[in-house]
């Protein structure tokens, strides 16, 4: 069964601290996304990649970086965690050239920032 | 600024009724226009998508209605059942994903 994984499902981690949080798909995916699900506000799209090393900034980027040193691989950084980014984060990939397939999710990683 | 707006943020149904849930898109690039299903400690998934070239899709119990014109689609779930309930976005494709709030469905039994 195709997936796309992520490492965590609960984070709690203190404001200030580093985060990593990381993604796998094994379906030879071109195109990997991050997104910050939030009551009232849907799905907002943090960063994006559409290639090894390459990362493309979403509408909220701000607190936040990305490493896509494989493909398939994402790794979303919060390099010094706040609390206002207590979320759940959201993986996905698709094909680069079938974006009509839609995008496959993970499960998701619920992180509290205390 | 959201790109789709869903309405409404929740709905509840009786069981065999019909769940109707609306967007309104603006920028006239999007070219696919999917819904997708999330049931609670899952990520979304897909569940039924539009091209707009097309008015109308129907996939079992659920319906796409498109009305390029108006910039408007909408989910119809027929005979909605308790385990239809679930949160549900309306989604659009350009170069990437744009999606709407969410309408946590409740069918009640």
């Known amino acids: 069964d195709v997936k796309v994984t992520q490492s965590s499902r609960y984070l709690v981690k203190r404001t200030g601290e580093k985060v990593f949080l990381e993604c796998v798909q094994d379906m030879d995916h071109e195109n990997m996304f991050w997104y910050r699900q939030d009551p009232g506000l849907g799905l907002r799209l943090i960063y994006f990649?559409?290639?090894?090393?390459?990362?493309e900034k979403g509408d909220i980027p701000e607190g936040y970086s990305v490493s896509r040193e494989k493909k398939e691989r994402f790794s979303l950084i919060l390099e010094s965690a706040s609390t206002n980014q207590t979320s759940m984060y959201l993986c996905?990939?698709?094909?680069?050239?079938?974006?009509?397939?839609?995008?496959?999710f993970g499960s998701g990683t619920r992180l509290t920032v205390v | 600024q959201q790109q789709v707006k869903q309405s409404p943020q929740s709905l509840i149904v009786q069981k065999g009724g019909i769940s109707i849930i609306n967007c309104a898109y603006e920028?006239?690039?999007?070219?696919?226009f999917p819904w997708y299903q999330q049931f609670p400690g899952k990520g979304p998934a897909l569940l039924i998508a539009i091209r707009p070239d097309v008015s109308e899709k129907k996939e079992g119990r659920f319906t796409i209605s498109f009305n390029k014109s108006a910039k408007q689609f909408s989910l119809h779930i027929m005979d909605s059942q308790p385990g239809d309930s679930a949160t549900y976005f309306c989604?659009?494709?350009?170069?990437?994903?744009?999606f709407g709030a969410g309408t946590r469905l409740t069918v009640k039994p």
């Open positions: 989604a659009a494709l350009y170069n990437d994903m744009r």
């Open positions: 990649s559409y290639d090894v090393k390459m990362k």
């Open positions: 996905a990939s698709s094909f680069r050239n079938r974006p009509n397939y839609g995008y496959t």
């Open positions: 920028n006239t690039a999007f070219d696919y």
